[in-house]
């Protein structure tokens, strides 16, 4: 990590660790996490699509280790495509199905994505001994059944993390989600209050999913919740859950070691924004996905949801993310350095900081530092010469 | 035409048993059917073991010269015809000979006879300017395909091809991994020169352009579509060289026979009947077709007793997860090194438009190294060698392990036994129930179905039971490229011509002149899958919930199930 990441990286530490008070004793358990976008390099060709896939790991002593660059797996979706698989599982649909993606095509994308994320388990990431895995999700059936056959021993934690809301239909049938509004009745209530700033007054809490994919014992799948809005979906899975006995006589269930162990992650969270609605993720994922994101020539736009207000400094910064990895800049800084960003609405110690570099007024709440933020930085932007070290020098 | 002696080298079945020294061909009743004249009412055809140097129009010889180079071809002479049947039914001194390469030997000595019974009638075809001072050309190249034509076969023959379907691999892109589908586009580089360069030695040509001719129309008769019609029925067809051989070798060897007349009978019963129609299509008259009717009678049986025998397909499906597990780790570990290896630049690696080749190429090159350098070419030592690998998998958890110890333990029994008693001793512990059955359904949609409850059953309770659906074959085996999908439906590129629509009409007085595809087969066919439910830990595992959980997922589906389809 270069200097910049790291001096991000300490602060942001340094405001997680006034949330958990016990965060410089625990040093988090490392884990790599693993995440992929798509994007078309040829303009009008649906035929051809690219997809990126990262790894990136983080170390007990919260070192960010970013592959030298992302996979990219260059798809020519052929005509002659074969005679149909017997008895090979169906595709989960993360491309919607349209007169260019029929199921076949859909298959073939997720069998691509599905082999390469095996490979780049068996070749890289078991063999550095790591021990927790987190996906993108959702775990796809080609993924699943090729997870399936190889047995992994049960210390391996294998987790998915949906956080794209259009995949959420997925995995989350309807019924589930409405029965599970009502967090009373729900069987697993996960504090992660804590792992995703308490200033936000926003938490998230688990509750049980039951997707309809046939598998029972060895895939558990939850809803991550925030004011009724599903936040992402999180899928464990584990071949031979074995548990662990307590003191007493009792039998800690496997399943609850996993989730405290994806809660380990959550506690060191980083910040993306989907359709521009904030999503904490763990760092280590946080960071792969927004390589992917950004990687690769992007002919047109994605449609952008509005902006709150308040928070439109934040979409200036998006704006200038593909500047920051084009000129080399590090995602840990990158991530990091959106995460304060918008911790600076809530946190009068970060906003404090930014309020020095950027001549900000006072402000008593996260709804005037926002707007004081989004104004003075529209403004510096407005005026003209505005370059990306702007950022260093705010925060 | 006068009589016709051959003389082979190396065939280890109709040579060594005597069995075609000579089979005369009375053609009075054929000459009667057909009202024709011009063939000789009797003829003898014969074929004996070569003296010295080998003959069959020296194309053994040809093939055998560039072993080394066309490695697939030097592979079958070590693989094991019927995979691990032999050695669960005791017969491991017949394992080493009852090899694929034998068999293609066999085949050829079938051929050479099919084809010298068929040769009186080509000048009355008309292809007959085709093979005018061509005989020999057509005869030899009609040997190489015979010779050739299971070089695509893995160790465990059509196990392994399973496995393939199973996991959505193949060799051959655009299609499923199968043998029998142009197995010469298989091979590498290496290999096809190696043939090319046989093939250019035995027929005597003298241009390249000729070679690549000759090559392309081996493969396609290999393919059965070379658009000359008998040789495509001699080489890959219903009633080619190929099932002739295997049926009677496979009875043999395991001293199973059910209907069928006496080999020698049958073969001179056989060959005396056949005649060409004009368009070049092989007529089965009188006593051919009820022959052919026969053997394809005796070949449902085998299936019943012998390939789908319930006790080998327990230990048939064991094998098949342990080569599953064992192909997924290898192939996972390398498959990232393999697409560095091609990659376009620097992590980009391009995809047109999946991986199903290049890790079958993968898988191919993986098991066919381990069992010919590390396992002394003996498909149980592979199984067991594959158990001990799979036992010591750094990532592979505790419980899996022991269960491929476990498994490998149980194979090993296999080793020294001479009969079927030990087989039968352990499906006795093993198979939870009878087998039952259930209905293909429309495209097969219920097989598929059943197929992916027990995968899912498979993956939510690993390392237990095992679940083994396998699909009864139909009547009348086609090759695919011959099937042509038109707008009604799929046409079958025909090859033969039988007495009538119904075999029960046939008789030894009818001439062959109805296309044999359109005959309705329907009655001798079973459109069923056998389903049978393995537990490889008793005493630790419960069985029969199993068999009650697969059952019950499979009616909340939809699927048929039948007790049985025999009584």
């Given amino acids: 990590m270069n200097v910049q990441s790291r001096e991000v990286q300490q602060k942001l530490l340094g405001e997680y660790s006034n949330i958990h008070d016990q965060w410089f004793s625990d040093h988090p358990a490392p884990y790599t996490a693993i995440a992929f976008d798509s994007y078309y390099p040829e303009w009008g060709n ?54 260019a993606y029929d199921e076949e095509r859909q298959g073939i994308i997720e069998r691509n994505l599905s082999d390469f994320l095996v490979a780049l388990l068996y070749d890289d990431i078991l063999k550095r001994d790591e021990r927790l895995i987190i996906f993108q999700g959702p775990f796809s059936p080609k993924l699943l059944g090729r997870l399936g056959y190889r047995n992994l021993n049960h210390d391996i934690t294998l987790a998915a993390i949906t956080f794209k809301s259009e995949w959420f239909p997925l995995n989350v049938p309807e019924a589930n989600r409405r029965l599970n509004q009502d967090l009373d009745r729900s069987r697993f209530f996960i504090d992660i209050e804590r792992s995703c700033h308490a200033r936000e007054k926003a938490f998230y809490q688990l509750a049980d999913n039951k997707p309809s994919n046939g598998l029972e014992e060895v895939l558990k799948s939850w809803i991550a919740v925030n004011n009724n809005r599903t936040v992402f979906i999180l899928e464990l899975f584990c071949q031979f859950p074995s548990g662990v006995e307590l003191p007493g006589g009792r039998i800690k269930s496997p399943w609850i070691t996993k989730l405290r162990a994806v809660q380990e992650s959550l506690r060191f969270p980083g910040l993306v924004f989907e359709q521009s609605e904030p999503i904490w993720l763990p760092f280590a994922l946080a960071c792969a996905y927004d390589i992917c994101r950004h990687y690769g020539r992007r002919p047109f736009k994605e449609p952008e949801s509005v902006w709150k207000d308040y928070w439109e400094y ?31 609405m809530f946190s009068p110690q970060i906003y404090s900081f930014v309020k020095e570099k950027a001549g900000l007024i006072p402000a008593a709440g996260e709804f005037d530092r926002g707007m004081n933020l989004s104004r003075a930085i529209k403004g510096e932007r407005t005026r003209g010469g505005w370059r990306i070290n702007r950022w260093r020098e705010i925060i | 035409m006068n009589d016709r002696e051959f003389s082979h080298a190396e065939d280890n079945f109709w040579l060594e ?31 004996n073991r070569a003296r010295g140097v080998s003959d069959d129009l020296g194309v053994a010889d040809c093939l055998d010269d560039k072993k080394t180079q066309i490695q697939a071809y030097a592979n079958i002479t070590k693989f094991n015809q019927l995979g691990i049947k032999d050695y669960l039914l005791g017969k491991t001194s017949a394992a080493d000979l009852h090899t694929r390469h034998a068999h293609s030997m066999g085949a050829a000595v079938i051929g050479r006879l099919y084809f010298a019974a068929l040769e009186p009638f080509v000048e009355y075809t008309h292809i007959r300017n085709l093979f005018k001072n061509q005989h020999s050309y057509f005869e030899k190249l009609m040997l190489v395909a015979l010779y050739l034509h299971d070089v695509g076969h893995l160790p465990y023959s059509h196990m392994v091809e399973a496995v393939f379907d199973e996991i959505n691999w193949t060799r051959i892109k655009g299609a499923s991994h199968r043998h029998d589908e142009v197995p010469l586009q298989q091979l590498g580089h290496e290999e096809k020169s190696g043939i090319k360069e046989a093939i250019k030695t035995c027929l005597n040509l003298s241009t390249e352009e000729e070679t690549e001719q000759a090559f392309d129309l081996t493969q396609d008769l290999i393919a059965g579509i070379s658009g000359i019609p008998f040789l495509d029925a001699i080489i890959n067809s219903s009633i080619d060289a190929d099932k002739i051989d295997y049926i009677f070798r496979d009875m043999e060897y395991t001293e199973t026979r059910a209907r069928l007349r006496n080999t020698q009978t049958w073969l001179t019963d056989f060959l005396s009947n056949i ?22 009678e005796e070949r449902q049986f085998l299936y019943r007793v012998l390939y789908l025998e319930p006790k080998i397909r327990a ?21 990232l090194s393999t697409l560095n290896e091609k990659a376009v630049s620097d992590g980009v690696f391009q995809f047109k438009p999946d991986l199903r080749k290049e890790k079958g190429d993968l898988a191919y090159l993986l098991i066919v190294d381990k069992f010919i350098r590390y396992s002394s070419h003996h498909e149980l030592t592979l199984l067991l060698d594959m158990c001990q690998e799979l036992a010591d998998d750094p990532y592979r958890d505790t419980s899996a392990k022991q269960w491929f110890g476990e498994l490998g333990k149980r194979l090993a029994g296999f080793r020294e036994v001479q009969s079927s008693q030990h087989l039968i001793e352990e499906c006795n512990e093993i198979i939870v129930e009878e087998p039952f059955y259930i209905a293909k359904g429309r495209d097969g949609q219920y097989v598929r179905m059943a197929r992916e409850i027990a995968r899912n059953l498979y993956i939510d309770y690993p390392c ?29 590129g025909e090859t033969f011509l039988v007495p009538g629509e119904k075999p029960s009409e046939w008789s030894r007085n009818k001439i062959g002149r109805f296309p044999l595809h359109c005959c309705d087969f329907a009655s001798l066919e079973k459109q069923f899958a056998q389903v049978l439910v393995i537990n490889t830990m008793p005493g630790e595992v419960n069985g029969m919930y199993f068999l009650d959980l697969f059952i019950r997922r499979c009616r909340e589906n939809g699927v048929k199930i039948e007790p049985s389809i025999w009584r």
């Fill in chain 1, 314 to 344: 934040l979409s200036f910064y998006e704006e200038d993310i593909e500047e920051m990895y084009r000129v080399g800049w590090e995602t840990a800084e990158v991530v990091g350095r959106r995460s304060l960003l918008y911790l600076a």
């Fill in chain 2, 315 to 335: 230990f048939e499906k064991i094998a098949s997860v342990i080569v599953i597990s064992w192909l997924t780790r290898q192939v996972s570990s390398k498959l």
């Fill in chain 1, 46 to 99: 649906p035929q051809r699509i690219n997809l990126v896939v990262n790894a990136v790991s983080i170390t007990s002593e919260a070192d960010i280790q970013v592959l030298p660059r992302p996979y990219v797996l260059d798809i020519t979706l052929e005509e002659a495509l074969g005679p149909k698989a017997k008895g090979t599982s169906e595709p989960i649909g993360l491309i919607p199905k349209t007169f």
């Fill in chain 2, 17 to 47: 048993k005597g069995l075609v020294q000579e089979v005369p061909l009375g053609r009075h009743q054929l000459r009667k059917i057909l009202k024709f004249d011009n063939v000789p009412e009797s003829m003898s055809i014969g074929v």
């Fill in chain 2, 464 to 492: 237990g039971v095992l679940i083994d659906i396998v699909e009864f074959p139909g009547f009348l085996p086609t090759p695919k490229s011959r099937h042509f999908v038109a707008p009604n439906g799929v046409i079958v």
């Fill in chain 2, 275 to 296: 005649s060409l129609s004009p368009e070049g299509l092989v007529r089965l008259n009188g006593e051919a077709a009820l022959c052919t009717l026969e053997l394809l």
